[in-house]
């Protein structure tokens, strides 16, 4: 049985830092891209980012991109998000999620864990 | 980036109506295009990829169609449990995005 539990959310001041962390289990994780989808209070889903089985491909929503870092641990099977510089719009839930196999390069998410939340406040 | 639009960001409709939910792109996304099911308090749940194929274990009272810019979701015979925000998404290529979302309650 797949499952992807996220950990790391909480409380941090504005212009601080946190990782998020996702342990992944019941299925080969080098073989599936990975990414983080997260949901503000009451709004919609927004893409994050994306790393590829092999770390050789990556990509960030513009509104993260140079504060985001992800990154994958294969030997731990863990999937990290570090997250620098974090803002009050920074504050949502964070999905981690698994790619579907598929024969295409890119794939849609076929399961999310139940997400970490994260709180950008003084 | 490309930019994803819905319509209608809600509608009211009764269990056995026939439900259209609407999805365009800013670009054309061939058919890398998937529909998620969201209900409240709850991860999405896939529903149609590639625009057009069932995910395993989704009812057959949901389909999807189109390809390039304009895709639709459509619940033949829309049942209690369908009542939920629906999103689309592309994953043509990075930064992939969701449509804003359309939510679909109970007339």
């Known amino acids: 049985e797949v499952q992807l539990v996220e950990s790391g959310g909480g409380l941090v001041q504005p212009g601080r830092s946190l990782r998020l962390s996702c342990a992944a289990s019941g299925f080969t994780f080098d073989e599936y891209a990975m990414h983080w989808v997260r949901q503000a209070p009451g709004k919609g889903l927004e893409w994050v980012s994306g790393?590829?089985?092999?770390?050789?491909?990556?990509g960030y929503a513009d509104s993260v991109k140079g504060r985001f870092t992800i990154s994958r641990d294969s030997a731990k099977n863990l999937l990290h998000l570090q997250m620098n510089n974090l803002s009050a719009e920074d504050t949502a839930l964070y999905f981690c999620t698994k790619e579907r196999y598929c024969t295409s390069s890119r794939c849609p998410f076929d399961y999310w864990g139940q997400g970490a939340r994260v709180t950008v406040s003084s | 980036a490309i930019r994803m639009t819905q319509s209608p960001s809600s509608f009211s409709a009764s269990t056995g109506d026939r439900v259209t939910i609407t999805c365009r792109a800013s670009q054309g996304i061939s058919n890398y295009l998937a529909w998620y099911q969201q209900k409240p308090g709850k991860a999405p749940n896939l529903l149609i990829y590639?625009?057009?194929t069932l995910q395993s274990g989704v009812p057959s009272r949901f389909s999807g169609s189109g390809s390039g810019t304009v895709f639709t979701l459509t619940i033949s015979y829309l049942q209690s449990e369908d009542f939920a925000t629906y999103y689309c998404q592309h994953y043509y290529t990075y930064p992939f995005t969701f449509g804003p979302g359309t939510k679909v309650v109970i007339k």
């Open positions: 590639g625009a057009s």
């Open positions: 790393i590829s089985g092999n770390s050789g491909s990556i």
